[in-house]
């Protein structure tokens, strides 16, 4: 099992840019790690993954934009989010993945104003 914990989320204003962190009690066995948001009414949808061996995957929509880094000496993951819109206006969750399993954090709220 692994817990993890959200943080960096806040307002800011459109082409702002915020920087979330997810600290893992733990990265044994984590398989990949990913960022998830779900803004009201809409589906839980994959932001960014970061993969064994290093591999990336972003939704279009925020390509060019974020940057998914991981640090395993700190057990932390990394969203880095530029030129925000108010569309990536969401709460944010951090993801990670052992051996098929899904566990999730609490998510921390992202408002960008136009």
């Known amino acids: 099992q692994v817990q993890l914990v959200e943080s960096g989320g806040g307002l800011v204003q459109a082409g702002g840019s915020l920087r979330l962190s997810c600290a893992a009690s733990s990265v044994f066995q984590i398989n990949t790690m990913a960022w998830y948001r779900q803004a009201p009414g809409k589906q839980r949808e994959l932001v960014a993954g970061?993969?064994?061996?290093?591999?990336?995957d972003y939704a279009d929509s925020v390509k060019g934009r974020f940057t998914i880094s991981k640090d395993n000496a700190n057990k932390a993951l990394y969203l880095q989010m530029n030129s925000l819109k108010p569309e990536d206006t969401a709460v944010y969750y951090c993801?990670?993945?052992?051996?098929?399993?899904?566990?999730w954090g609490q998510g921390t709220q992202v408002t960008v104003s136009s």
């Open positions: 970061l993969f064994i061996g290093g591999m990336t």
């Open positions: 993801n990670a993945r052992i051996r098929g399993e899904d566990y």
